[in-house]
């Protein structure tokens, strides 16, 4: 611990340093990009906290502390004020989980500021105060939904909730919030309370994977137990936590000074939730261009060869490359095509795609390699291909892209970013690759031909997606737009301090 | 995916609410069973006792009956309230495989307990014959014994089989009692102790023939006394409440001293056995309307939110419990203070029947007035344990227990014209109490079930 504020606060959601994954492994490169500066972090967990992390703390993390948004604090039973605090917060919290906005947010900080270290489960869930907002909360919209599920589900998000506006916050110059949510909202009660600024970074839309789980969460209906099965009962429980999802991920945008995320498609979604436009930016992923620049294209005679790089599962649909590349071997009955990744994740699937390839005779072209090393194959690779039906930003593409392969894509994710360029991107480097509808085998298969029987053409693309990944998704060309993200941040903040 | 947010889930599978249903159910008998046998047996002796009032055999073993009665309920309280609990759960999750376990450990422990307070008591306070003190140590044993089994027959449910057992069992102790007064004290206490011996062996074949399960988790109940002291220490206090009044006014300077050394005030003592047995009546109302329609309305209640009821229809059955209960208050009110007003304007009457002296007419009109009260109080004391308001349960009981003991001292030093008012004074002050507190907390019965006393909550 340090008595001086860290330079930078990381505020993590169910991440770092806990769990290992994509976010998890990102935030530990960016700290240790960011060697000169020093960080604070907070891993906010569910109850109860694990017990074990998978990542061991850089030197430069000088406080890390963990909070549960699934306990509170149990708090004092009686303290001056204690029995109207829940009245006094109920006006402003049902506004609040309704439309997110700062203002009423700003005012439930103000009651509970001058409380912190006395309010806690007592006080604010079960006391016979709070009781009363309960019931007065659930007559106000929620009548004829089941009771004891309301209850439940008010204990839970007031948690939550709660457990956010109460936590011990590190001192700090900038605070940046890792995705929205909890993590989100905490950025923004620092930067309410401190009047340093906060950023946020969004990986994956926050809000809208809440939706999706808030949707599919078929604990909250019940239809077995459930005295009226009516879907307006649980929907509007789901409502309830939808709302406050929305409503969290609405301040935190609001109060942040910026806001970024991997790519352009993200952004549609954050201004849908309120994020002002003129604050938001795009930081994509960077990948370690010099490792996979310095590969030496193959230039001795072969069979032309075409890739897919990933793990053998649906959502990669393995199944439509194969068939592309039926229709592609009818036209160049020698191409030799691979599949790089490992086949052992989801068995049932890769068996079925083994099998297909037996079927449709392609046993002379296509060949699954298992797990290798992706620099030993690269170098042969003429075409990288990519069917998936849901990516964000692949990294293979730019990996391929930076070892000068171009790539044929579905059209998912940022894909088209990737490989046409943003909108106005400057330099104009040109087409890296094709993209093509989803599912669809006589479409990659004709992609793949129009770039494997133009050699000129193929050879154009690689280049383009070289110098494009070269320019815009080098890691080390990343790392300083993070440094100036926190530079400007900071500056951001000066501003406000000298106005 | 980065986010906490949704680990919350597991939240509504949660288990619900309070022990809640039938933990309680069986506790109504529990209450009052033992208490009105022993009114009943020693109210028999006393009409025998003054009817053959010469006979100084029939006055000691009269004393160590009552000795017996007295001190052993008040320390088998604990085992009996706390093996009705692990009893009562056990019914509510629908597995009695710990019962014949927890038998033998209820029995073991109060034979462990009690058998150096008998043994202490017959040899070195009291002076009796050697012959005598084995008997009277016996007896004692046997007596208390036969509180914790009958908790395990009132558990079943099996109340033909209770009072059967306990009616043939003291027709047996009059009958042996009688044949054997030849033999002096040795053969009325040998006697009556052999009828109860054969109530408690009828009840524990009952008993292990219900359960023919091996007994094991011998522990398990131990356990249960760390879990729920609350309500081991209201088993004693109870029973104690019950009797501090006589303990205290044993001490009077009327009380009567015979050579054995075990003092007692039989004419206190009869006039307030014989006032209690006006109690009966309404102990009957009450154990069936709480049984039948307040267990209704209360079931209703736990169902109402378990089967996600909206929050109107949760007050709805709340409100129907108010009723419920006030309903059942009212006519037992009702019923016990005609009763009172009717065996106060006959007492002269019925102090021939019960063969009292005159001298007694204040200290019965008095017991009888109390036993009006008192008869409410258990009434809210049971309805309080149903809804598993332990701390409640014990407050009231403490304050039986201190009134009891603190007014009836203050009669015995303001002289024989108040004796009794203690008694009545306590009963009053109770009831009222009991009332306060049971109005409050069945006001409140919706936080309380989902919140103070909900031990999901409580526990986070």
């Given at each position: ?19 290992s ?228 991920s ?20 954050q201004r ?71 086949d ?34 690269l ?59 989803l ?29 494009r ?19 400007e ?11 | 995916?980065?986010?906490v ?6 939240l ?8 809640g ?116 140590i ?38 042996l ?11 009325l ?15 524990l ?29 209201s ?26 050394g075990?003092?007692?005030y ?137 009134m009891?003991g603190?007014?009836?001292?203050a ?50």
């Amino acid at each position: 611990m340090s008595d001086r504020p860290a330079d930078i606060c990381l505020i993590l959601e169910g991440t770092y340093p806990y769990i290992s994954g994509g976010v998890s492994s990102w935030t530990h490169d960016l700290i240790r990009a960011q060697k000169d500066l020093t960080f604070a972090l907070v891993s906010l967990v569910a109850d109860p906290a694990p017990s074990s992390q998978a990542f061991e703390l850089p030197p430069n993390v000088v406080d890390w502390r963990t909070v549960s948004v699934g306990s509170l604090p149990e708090g004092k039973t009686k303290f001056s004020g204690s029995r109207d605090l829940p009245m006094l917060l109920a006006p402003a919290l049902s506004i609040y989980l309704q439309q997110g906005r700062i203002s009423e947010f700003k005012s439930l900080l103000k009651i509970l500021a001058p409380v912190r270290g006395r309010a806690g489960t007592h006080s604010l869930l079960n006391s016979p105060e709070a009781w009363q907002t309960l019931t007065s909360m659930y007559e106000g919209g929620f009548k004829a939904t089941s009771f004891i599920d309301y209850f439940w589900t008010w204990r839970a998000l007031l948690t939550g909730f709660y457990s956010i506006l109460l936590a011990q916050l590190p001192e700090a110059r900038v605070y940046h919030a890792i995705s929205t949510g909890y993590a989100g909202l905490l950025a923004a009660r620092a930067s309410v309370e401190t009047g340093r600024p906060s950023v946020i970074t969004e990986h994956g839309i926050y809000t809208n994977e809440r939706r999706i789980e808030i949707a599919l969460a078929e604990w909250l209906h019940d239809p077995g137990t459930l005295s009226l099965g009516d879907e307006s009962e649980s929907g509007g429980l789901k409502a309830l936590w939808t709302n406050a999802f929305s409503a969290y991920s609405r301040t935190a945008y609001e109060a942040a000074s910026r806001i970024t995320t991997l790519y352009r498609g993200n952004q549609e979604m954050q201004r849908r939730d309120g994020a002002p436009p003129q604050k938001l930016a795009i930081i994509p992923n960077g990948i370690d261009v010099a490792r996979f620049s310095k590969i030496q294209r193959s230039t001795r005679s072969r069979r032309p060869c075409v890739a897919l790089i990933g793990r053998v599962v649906p959502i990669k649909d393995v199944k439509t490359y194969i068939r592309a590349v039926r229709i592609l071997a009818d036209s160049v009955p020698d191409i030799d095509a691979l599949v790089l990744g490992p086949d052992d994740e989801d068995i049932v699937y890769a068996g079925e795609c083994k099998a297909m390839v037996q079927q449709l005779g392609l046993a002379k072209n296509l060949t699954f390699t298992g797990r290798v090393k992706l620099d030993e194959f690269l170098h042969r690779i003429d075409l990288n291909v990519l069917t998936s039906v849901s990516e964000a930003q692949p990294l293979v593409v730019l990996e391929a892209g930076a070892a000068g392969i171009p790539t044929v894509s579905t059209d998912v994710g940022c894909c088209r970013e990737l490989l046409s360029g943003i909108a106005g991107e400057e330099p104009a480097f040109g087409e890296g690759g094709i993209i093509t509808p989803l599912s669809n085998p006589t479409a990659i298969a004709a992609a793949m031909l129009s770039l494997l029987s133009h050699p000129k053409r193929l050879e154009a693309a690689g280049q383009a997606m070289k110098r494009r990944v070269n320019l815009f998704y080098n890691k080390l060309v990343i790392d300083k737009k993070y440094r100036q993200l926190y530079d400007e941040a900071a500056t951001h903040n000066s501003r406000l301090e000298a106005a | 995916m980065a986010g906490v947010g949704f680990a919350l889930q597991a939240l509504s599978k949660r288990e619900t609410l309070s022990a809640g249903f039938a933990a309680f159910a069986i506790s109504a008998i529990i209450a009052v069973g033992p208490w009105l046998f022993t009114v009943i047996c020693v109210a028999g002796i006393n009409m025998a006792t003054v009817t053959n009032s010469g006979l100084t055999a029939l006055a000691e073993m009269r004393i160590v009956i009552i000795y017996n009665f007295s001190i052993s309920l008040v320390l088998s309280g604990p085992i009996a309230v706390v093996t009705t609990r692990f009893l009562a759960d056990g019914l509510y999750a629908r597995d009695m495989s710990r019962a014949p376990g927890a038998l033998f450990t209820a029995l073991g422990l109060t034979l462990a307990t009690q058998a150096p307070v008998a043994i202490y008591l017959y040899s070195q306070v009291a002076t009796l014959s050697a012959q005598m003190q084995m008997i009277a140590i016996a007896s004692y044993l046997i007596v208390a014994c036969l509180w914790v089994v009958a908790v395990f027959l009132s558990a079943l449910k099996d109340y033909v089989t209770v009072t059967v057992a306990f009616a043939s069992g003291l027709l047996l102790s009059f009958a042996l009692s009688l044949g054997l007064s030849n033999f002096g004290p040795e053969g009325l206490l040998g006697g009556f102790s052999a009828g109860l011996a054969f109530t408690l062996f009828v009840l524990l074949a009952r008993v292990l023939a219900e359960y023919p399960t091996p007994a094991s988790h011998m522990n398990s109940l131990l356990g249960y006394f760390r879990l729920y002291p609350e309500i081991a220490l209201s088993g004693l206090i109870y029973n104690a409440g019950i009797w501090v009044d006589k303990w205290i006014m044993w001490t009077a300077p009327q009380a009567v001293s015979p050579a054995s050394g075990l003092v007692s005030y039989p004419a206190y003592d009869g006039a307030m056995f014989a006032a209690q047995l006006t109690m009966v009546p309404a102990i009957a109302l009450f154990v069936y309307t709480v049984e039948t329609k307040f267990f209704a309305a209360y079931r209703t209640f736990y169902r109402t939110i378990e089967l996600h009821g909206t929050l109107a229809k949760i007050n709805s059955a709340h409100r129907e419990i108010i009723g419920t209960l006030s309903r059942a208050a009212a006519s037992l009110g009702a019923l016990q203070v005609t009763l009172a007003l009717f065996v106060i304007a006959l007492s002269p009457k019925f102090l021939v029947l019960l063969d009292l002296h005159a001298t007694q007419l204040g200290m019965f009109r008095l017991g009888v007035l109390g036993s009006a009260f008192h008869a409410i109080f258990l009434f809210l004391t049971i309805v309080l344990a149903y809804f598993d308001l332990r701390r409640s349960v014990l407050l009231v009981q403490i304050i039986f227990f201190v009134m009891n003991g603190a007014a009836t001292a203050a009669t015995l030093a303001l002289g024989p014209a108040w004796y009794g008012y203690g008694y009545f004074l306590a009963s009053v002050v109770t009831a009222s109490a009991a009332a306060l507190i049971a109005a409050s907390a069945v006001g409140r019965l919706p936080y309380l079930t989902f919140i103070a006393n909900n031990p999901a909550v409580r526990t986070r």
